[in-house]
């Protein structure tokens, strides 16, 4: 999980995407659990984390239906369409191969399943987007692998989702979305 994964003033939008969240889910890169009071009563959740020590840390305060677990987002240990829905904040600036991760995501969400995320993204403001592609390389050293400029939106239709609701935010910054598997 991507350093900015602990942002407060994401908390409402978490807040407001999970509430939406039902049936058994997976969430990838869990980190530390930021997200894991915002589900709401009755989902069954396994939240899982590629970074051992920090999925360990993670404790479910509000919902005892949750299940932790280490996994790579590229090689998701799970039979294909096991989960309705699939949720992953500020996670896939990080990961290496993002549309190989969404396509896994997308193999263990069953028919109709829908994927929430919220992610930071390049910009579309032209002067916005090319100071991220000028920071980014040092971004990317100091953050774990984070990536400023990414266009998840891209890439959540690249691996094949078709998406549903589009909510963009500080000048094009971070985007929360909600794709369906077609």
Not at 14 to 19: D, E, I, P, V, Y
Not at 32 to 38: A, M, Q, S, T
């Amino acid at each position: 999980m991507c350093r900015t994964g602990y942002v407060p003033f994401i908390g409402n939008w978490r807040s407001n995407l999970l509430r939406q969240v039902r049936g058994c889910v997976l969430e990838v890169g869990a980190g530390r659990g930021p997200n894991l009071d915002h589900y709401q009563p009755g989902a069954s959740i396994i939240a899982t984390e590629f970074n051992e020590e920090s999925i360990v840390q993670a404790k479910p305060r509000s919902n005892a239906h949750i299940r932790l677990a280490s996994a790579d987002i590229e090689h998701l240990a799970f039979p294909d369409d096991t989960f309705d829905a699939a949720v992953a904040t500020l996670v896939f600036c990080s990961v290496e191969r993002p549309i190989v991760g969404f396509r896994e995501v997308r193999r263990v969400l069953k028919p109709g399943g829908k994927l929430y995320l919220i992610d930071h993204v390049r910009s579309h403001h032209a002067w916005l987007g090319r100071l991220q592609d000028r920071l980014n390389p040092r971004w990317h050293a100091f953050a774990e692998g984070c990536n400023l400029n990414r266009d998840t939106e891209g890439n959540v239709r690249a691996a094949g989702f078709e998406l549903i609701s589009l909510k963009v935010n500080f000048l094009g910054l971070i985007k929360t979305m909600v794709a369906c598997k077609a």
